[in-house]
């Protein structure tokens, strides 16, 4: 009969032990679950910013191009303006040579 209180003593230390070992486990779960979201949230809030910073940079980047595009329209028009023959001349030598590129390839 004292085997027997052993073995039941034995076997709900085991149990406990076990309960304790599953409630520890689920503990830690839950509780990497929590730090899981908190990099989670950390990790999506910095790609957000580097985002916002990247549409920031193409942003002042486009305006510059616009910039940049705008005064050589208006430089190229006046030149043109100012020496309509140049600029005849430049455009025919333009199609001349893209007229010669065209049936060099044509030839080979």
């Known amino acids: 009969m004292a ?6 003593a034995s ?3 085991m149990e406990a032990e076990i309960e ?5 486990l689920e503990s830690l779960k839950h509780d990497a679950s929590d730090e899981s979201k908190k990099t989670l949230g950390i990790l999506k809030n910095n790609a957000e910013n580097a985002l916002k910073h990247s549409r920031h940079l193409l942003s002042d980047a486009l305006e510059e191009v616009k910039d940049k ?3 050589t329209a208006i ?4 030149y043109a303006q100012e020496h309509p023959y140049a600029t005849a001349g430049v455009a025919i030598g333009a199609l001349g040579l893209l007229a010669a590129f065209l049936l060099c390839k044509r030839g080979n």
């Not at 085997?3 to 039941?8: F, T």
């Not at 430089?75 to 006046?78: F, K, L």
């Open 20 to 24: 304790s070992l599953l409630k520890s």
């Open 3 to 8: 085997s027997n209180s052993l073995r039941k």
């Open 11 to 13: 076997l709900q230390s």
């Open 69 to 71: 595009t705008r005064e």
């Open 75 to 78: 430089a190229t028009r006046e």
